[in-house]
């Protein structure tokens, strides 16, 4: 088991579909890539065109996305108040004459910019603007009638491995960053 991931909280944030024209097929890389690469079995699900709620095998953690949004925030949001904080520093250091005559209020402006900044790109990492392909082609494919293989990986270097795998079984593989 992997830990979870600093920004997210999220033990798998990366993913990988792999798109197969029969079932059958679909089971037998399922059931090898689980083998092969040692996965457990809420790592890899297959997705019909039949399931009446593919987003829970899409996305598993979903039930903890409030957590997801709390934590990227929380994190970001404090990360982008120590990078003003710095910024002041080092432009109060550099002599910048606004900065030495009104310390104050340009600490806290560079301390109030730097935590929206932060907030902000936790807001867009709660997004997870990187899962909108992973998802798209597993839809595209029900609509097809064909069937996904779907790796919750637990690393970058699961998640290529899987991909080279599934790829290599004939499947036409999607995965997140």
């Known amino acids: 088991m992997s830990e979870t991931s600093p920004i997210t909280g999220e033990l798998s944030n990366s993913k990988v579909a792999a798109v197969f024209p029969f079932e059958a097929a679909a089971r037998d890389a399922a059931q090898a ?19 009446k709620h593919p ?3 899409l996305e598993p953690e979903s039930h903890g996305i409030w957590r997801t949004i709390v934590v990227a925030h929380v994190r970001l949001g404090i990360a982008g108040a120590v ?6 520093a080092a432009l109060y250091a550099s002599d910048i004459l606004f900065i030495v005559n009104s310390p104050l209020a340009a600490a806290l402006v560079l301390l109030f910019f730097g935590a929206v900044a932060g907030l902000m790109l936790g807001g867009l990492v709660s997004l997870r603007p990187d899962h909108d392909r992973y998802v798209e082609a597993t839809r595209d494919a029900m609509g097809a009638g064909d069937t996904t293989v779907v790796v ?6 699961q998640a290529d491995q899987a991909a080279a795998f599934l790829r290599a079984q004939g499947g036409v593989v999607t995965s997140t960053l």
Do not use: M, N, Y
């Open 33 to 51: 890539v689980a083998a092969t690469l040692s996965l457990g079995a809420a790592q890899v699900h297959v997705i019909t065109p039949d399931d």
């Open 152 to 157: 919750h990986a637990f690393s970058a270097e």
């Open 83 to 88: 990078v003003g904080l710095l910024a002041f």
């Open 55 to 57: 987003g829970r095998k």
